[in-house]
């Protein structure tokens, strides 16, 4: 079974920068299609940011220009970048494969809160 393990989350004030880790079990991370998800209270889990098989990173209105995904096929290590946060990022971050898989890690909470 495919197992991520998702680090970096914390507190930060309005404005702060996050850089979110997720660590893979699998040594086919090369040549999988990863994804971040967030879920907040109250709210569905909603996708984030994306690879995309065109080429370029897929991002959701509400984060495009401040976050970044990135990956470390070295260290099978998905990241993701988040700049200019704001109180509306406040959930739990996760990773996972796209198309997504069957398996989540337990989350890394992002609180942002002055």
């Known amino acids: ?5 998702e680090s970096g989350g914390g507190l930060v004030q309005p404005g702060g ?18 994804g971040w998800y967030r879920q907040a209270p109250g709210k569905q889990r909603e996708l984030v940011a994306r690879d995309s098989s065109d080429g370029g ?3 959701a209105d509400s984060v495009k220009g401040r976050f970044t ?6 260290k ?15 959930a739990v971050y996760y990773c996972n494969r796209i198309p997504m898989g069957p398996y989540w890690g337990q989350g890394t909470q992002v609180t942002v809160s002055s």
């Open 17 to 34: 920068s996050l850089r979110l880790s997720c660590e893979t079990s699998t040594n086919i991370f090369t040549f999988l299609l990863m």
């Open 57 to 59: 990173p897929i991002y």
């Open 1 to 5: 079974q495919v197992q991520f393990v």
């Open 69 to 74: 995904i990135s990956r470390d096929n070295a």
């Open 76 to 90: 099978n290590t998905l990241y993701l970048q988040m700049n200019s946060l704001k109180p509306e990022d406040t």
